[in-house]
């Protein structure tokens, strides 16, 4: 979903359209998105709020690259991603976010499966900041938890 109301953007659709079609679950951010087609966290945030605008609920794909990870920054990443994704949502809205961890390193033929104890880790931090969040209501968002 392009987060402009209309106009030339092949290959994307807008949240009007879909909101036309009855969809109610949009995917944003998903890493070969962020890849390919240089989608940016700002970028995704600005569908975030279009999704939202339109009634669509925004699942929210977060993760990092295996030299992210390797690095040690893993935890950064994921928190930057959601900051920035979820950065001006009103309260009364933050009850339609969804967010799915998926780490790029386990994506794909090449990918390592992520182990529980992986997914565990992540899954606390990822909650430990949805619970630090301002609005009391982002301790409703729903999560998916993928790993591999």
Same mark, same amino acid.
């Given at each position: 979903?392009?987060?402009? %109301?209309?106009?030339?953007?092949?290959? %994307?659709?807008?949240?009007?359209?879909?909101?036309?079609?009855?969809?109610?679950?949009?995917?944003? /951010? +998903?890493?070969?998105?962020?890849?390919?087609?240089?989608?940016?966290?700002? $970028?995704?945030? @600005?569908?975030? +709020?279009?999704?939202?605008? +339109?009634?669509? @609920?925004?699942?929210? $794909?977060?993760?990092?690259?295996?030299?992210?990870?390797?690095?040690?920054?893993?935890?950064?990443?994921?928190? @930057?991603?959601?900051?920035?994704?979820?950065?001006?949502?009103?309260?009364?809205?933050?009850?339609?976010?969804?967010?799915?961890?998926?780490?790029? =390193?386990?994506?794909?033929?090449? /990918?390592?499966?992520?182990?529980? %104890?992986?997914?565990?880790?992540?899954?606390?931090?990822?909650?430990?900041?949805?619970?630090?969040?301002?609005?009391?209501? +982002?301790? @409703?968002?729903?999560?998916? =938890?993928?790993?591999?």
């Amino acid at each position: 979903m392009h987060w402009e %109301e209309w106009g030339p953007y092949t290959g %994307e659709i807008s949240a009007p359209m879909l909101e036309e079609l009855g969809v109610d679950l949009v995917e944003l /951010g +998903h890493a070969e998105r962020r890849r390919y087609f240089n989608e940016t966290d700002e $970028c995704v945030q @600005r569908k975030v +709020h279009t999704a939202l605008k +339109h009634g669509i @609920r925004p699942l929210v $794909c977060i993760g990092e690259r295996l030299e992210e990870r390797e690095s040690g920054i893993e935890k950064d990443i994921i928190s @930057r991603q959601l900051k920035v994704a979820f950065g001006g949502v009103a309260e009364k809205d933050a009850s339609m976010l969804m967010v799915a961890y998926e780490p790029v =390193w386990a994506i794909g033929e090449q /990918g390592t499966a992520a182990s529980v %104890e992986d997914v565990r880790i992540m899954s606390a931090h990822i909650r430990g900041l949805l619970e630090k969040s301002s609005a009391p209501s +982002h301790r @409703r968002f729903s999560a998916l =938890w993928r790993h591999g």
